[in-house]
């Protein structure tokens, strides 16, 4: 194959000639310089401020609250000998107590019921309901063992109630006086109790009409007084006692000196103190 044959260039105008021969103009403005780049700031350590400094800033704020400290010593200071003149007044009393145990050996006084009395009882007949009325006559006997002790007994109430298996029937209260029970002495406390239209059914009417009959009633007497201890010129506070006796029996008739005489319980503080026989 043949070569093409190569193309001949274009002719160059006048204008072009004469642009291309003509000198380049010169720059009258200088090139744009970048401004050097500072250096990064050191970083300086800060100091805090003088102690005096700092504490007239403090000052010139609100006033500060200052804990009286003086205040609290001084109160635990009188707690802690509260609390040490309680134990050793406690301790004194348990010595004192020691002491007169071993010195006068205590013993509890004995409560006694004699048979009740009846000087009324009257249960009305009817066909529903019926009405009681009854007068019950109670004597408590009471001894006391100790030679150098008196027991005092205040101003107290006696109830007196008759036992049936339905519930207790109550017959009625009375005042009951105090009195000072001597050493090696026997004292009897007595009251009377009424009630008059006690209303029972009658199935209740007939078992009492029955136990009246063949003297076989069952009573409970209750004594709610106050009793306190004498030892010479010593004497204790007086403190709540109940006298229970649960298992009265109804005097026979013609009252003999030689009448059996039931238990009574009593109870300090609501608490058992002693049962006797």
Known sequence: MDDKPSLAPKPKTKAAVAAAAAPAPARTTAPLKKPPLAPPPQMIPLKP???HHYRQQRGSGAPRKRHRSGSGCSGRRVCCLATGFLL??????????????LCYH???PSFHLQPVS???FRVGNSSAVSAMDVTAAVKVVSWNPNDKIAFEYGDGEGRVSLADSDGDITLGWA???GFEHGARRVAVVGFVAAA???VVDEAVAARVRDGYR?????????????????????RTGMVPVRLSCDDGVMAPRGVSAGSPM???????????WFGLN
């Open 196 to 198: 008059k239209g006690v």
């Open 106 to 108: 205590p013993r509890p």
């Open 88 to 101: 050793l007044a406690l301790c004194l009393a348990v010595a004192a107590a020691c002491l007169a145990y």
């Open 175 to 177: 005042p009951v006086g």
């Open 262 to 272: 039931s238990r009574c319980q009593v109870y300090l503080l609501r608490m058992t």
């Open 49 to 51: 401020p003088p102690a």
């Open 118 to 120: 009846t000087t009324r």
């Open 214 to 234: 063949r003297r076989r009633l069952a009573f409970k007497v209750v004594v709610d007084t106050h009793m306190g201890v004498r030892v010479g010129a010593v």
